[in-house]
């Protein structure tokens, strides 16, 4: 090991979270994961992604089963997951393939394999029964595979439960407070709408003919011209958020608006830091890089400096006691995560009955 | 938010220490609190202190009761505290007073008020039940707003349990083996009374014809010459300390001594963390900012190089143990300090006895 | 106090730990004690070295029976150790010697005194009942303190269970994999046996005609021509090791081959954190400052960036579970540290019959 990776997150003996496990969660952006695995910790188990010989991406238990050193901190060898201690190597079914050690015996220990799918530029890992993973249920982000389409995205690691992420793509009315450059008033004083349709959850914002932010005035080409704006939210169980985002001349019909799609995909870490994915593209600019580089300077300042710190805080002042619990203060605005946090406990409730009717 | 505030530290969910709460603890200095609010946590509850529109300085609950966030935090809008999150409003009675919303609805939730006082240059709080909150018993430190002195201040946070900061103070027999160069032999070596006076507590030290340490010298401008040496400290519950130290040539009446007073008020944070907030005070070389930087810069390093490593490391020795289950052997130094902690012990108990009653 | 000392490390109100405590562990290296005494943590309980008047090294409970202090922290005055908060002062008995306040009353209270023994270069302690601790029964480091030898020696301190670093020596069957660079093959495809004598423990490997590492055969002088290669390890119960390495050309008988001795000790500081003391010596370029600089960098590199981040997050991943309920799969090269832990198991339970019988 060449130089030293990030620490794995240290875990209670026992997970302390109750998660939602049949469904797909985002692992990583799909060109993060190239010739070295990774090492993950999701739902609070430790998972080791990694592509075997023909470029295929598995996720596996990120822990040895000898001696309990990070998979994903290894490397491929062969085709193979290659644990960085001591060399054993598995492959994409959890199988050891190599004992390097004289008479190399093939231990007949079997690593926990987790269902993984490319999909949309993204790795998508299914936590829970492998019989009933089912890529059809992978929500569509075609656009971010789609040439016709540019995104500058990103992938961190913040502290606070992942459902203050996902509530906080689905309520934009803070973007007034907390996002003033970025996108100022058209989602705090833009007529709201949130409904629900089957198990998503649709938060709506329009606002017509009002002056746009600084930045994204600069970002469309619109400085100091009044437009209409159109924004979107589909939130997937458990926290993967698409947001549509339009903007166009006062009078445009909404579907020839200018469109600036997003990806926000939270998985949980542990119940106090979540994985963060995001991207937003642009079909104008292709190929300018310097454009892009102020986008996603714009967009990564808004993620990490100015939600994350309040959402950590936010976080820490609920002193680990339940959110409903908490009694929390209901505003117009929340009629997104409010609808999104109990069809996430109504899913969470149907896997517990299914699992004790099984 | 601009740039990224002090995170607030992690809270168990219920309290873990006992406090004496009908008391008034230093928050703040009260030039600290200015156009911004101040998040603090204080008895392991977060509060908000902010200055309305009249410069009315106000303690409130220091977590929004909608999504949780620090209102420390945030801005003061018309004279009103704004949730940096989204933007509800809440005046010094806890009531919100503005829902930047669509629709405008106030919420009628209320945030717990603190009463809080401005005084000598001070905030004063009120952890306990505000109908007993008598302005009255805030110690009298009105040299700290009297023009004749000039301070040397400083606030900071320190590791370790309050009560081990002000027996530091109560015992500062410490000085020659911890800040050697500030203050040296008298403490040590001088003649030491203690006594009780009310719920008061009072450590003194005299010392005469020696010669102050290099450094007090150099203040005083007395190098190399013998000097008569008192030193009295005034201990309120729970743990705001007033220092008198004077010094004269031999001989010379106390009450003619130069005198310089300080300031040193402890209010726990956590049962493992505090907050200090300090003064020194002369009236000589008044206006002479390079004398003040070093006697600033002397009494900072003494706080938090000479004195906080210590009592963070001792803390730490002490597992989280009870101070008298743990059987402390006990000097003659000690007589402040444990006439303190006995005092306050029963000043808790006698609050625990008045809530039960009623 | 004039700069800051590493802060005590924050223990729990009851050891979490089991440990041995009848038997000898590697303190300091005994030139690291010099004038200035040391604070440490041993088997959870703080531990203050120092050395008296005479250069004798003593071994006292590390936290003052006063105000429970950092005695380590402090200085050595008149050849006994000094408190660093108010200048108590207690001979290598315990006894409090000095009281420096007046009167100058020596309180009666008495420091825990730990055997402790200075021989070959390192100062050993003994945690358990001194009436049993016998000189004879550490082993024997001569060559640490023969002038025949040159040693490169360090000591630092690792996250990671005690037990985790003895095995990750008594199995090198991972050099291979962790330290590519400096060990290479030999270990990994050499033949190994595994034996135990008494209450030790061995692993040896054998690897004959190969070439050795870059690292190793720069060091020896071999580049590019083929060793016989001869690897022992002695594991002295709880966490003390001999390394006995043996190079030479093909057919050397191996007593004559080049012989470069290492001692690998590691004594735990709480049960996630481990002090690890090493050195490895040559009887060649003795002298040579520029051959010691590379040969120590090399073997800090291994130990720090190699070996300890790999232990640390094994240790993680254990989520502080029991080894053996962990059901580990067993490799051939586990033969040396599956010994090793069940005799520590059997002398762990054998003393705590013995205690029980007492």
């Not at 130089?3 to 496990?21: H, M």
């Not at 075997?52 to 050193?69: I, K, S």
């Amino acid at each position: 090991m060449a130089e030293e990776r990030t620490p794995v997150p240290a875990l209670s003996a026992a997970p302390r979270g109750t998660y939602l496990r049949n469904c797909w969660y985002v692992a990583a952006w799909a060109d993060a994961l190239a010739d070295e695995p990774l090492q993950r910790t999701f739902l609070e188990e430790p998972v080791a992604l990694f592509r075997d010989g023909d470029g295929v991406a598995h996720a596996v238990e990120g822990r040895c089963p000898h001696r309990f050193a990070p998979l994903g901190h290894g490397c491929v060898s062969d085709g193979a997951l290659q644990c960085p201690y001591h060399g054993l190597r598995f492959d994409g079914t959890g199988a050891c393939v190599h004992n390097p050690h004289p008479g190399g015996h093939l231990p007949d220990a079997r690593l926990k394999v987790y269902p993984l799918v490319e999909r949309h530029a993204l790795l998508w890992i299914w936590m829970g029964d492998p019989a009933k993973a089912d890529a059809a249920l992978i929500p569509d982000f075609g656009w971010l595979a789609d040439p016709k389409w540019e995104a500058v995205k990103g992938a961190t690691r913040a502290e606070g439960h992942y459902e203050l992420y996902s509530d906080n793509i689905l309520d934009l009315s803070h973007a007034n407070f907390v996002h003033p450059a970025l996108v100022a008033g058209a989602f705090t004083e833009g007529e709201r709408r949130f409904w629900q349709d089957g198990d998503r959850v649709h938060s709506e914002y329009v606002h017509l003919e009002d002056y746009l932010s600084e930045g994204i005035s600069a970002i469309v080409g619109k400085e100091g011209v009044k437009q209409d704006f159109y924004g979107q939210v589909d939130w997937h169980a458990p926290a993967v958020l698409y947001f549509d985002f339009r903007t166009g001349d006062p009078g445009t019909p909404r579907e020839e608006c200018l469109l600036l799609p997003s990806l926000h995909a939270f998985t949980p870490e542990t119940p106090d830091t979540t994985h963060y994915v995001w991207a937003t593209a642009r079909d104008f600019a292709l190929g300018n890089e310097e454009f892009a580089a102020v986008m996603r300077g714009a967009l990564e300042y808004a993620f990490e400096y100015e939600d994350m710190p309040i959402i950590r805080d936010s976080h820490r002042l609920m002193r680990g006691g339940d959110f409903w619990a908490l009694k929390p203060l209901i505003l117009g605005g929340d009629g997104g995560g409010v609808r999104a946090r109990r069809m996430l406990q109504r899913l969470i409730e149907r896997e517990r009955q299914e699992q004790a009717a099984a």
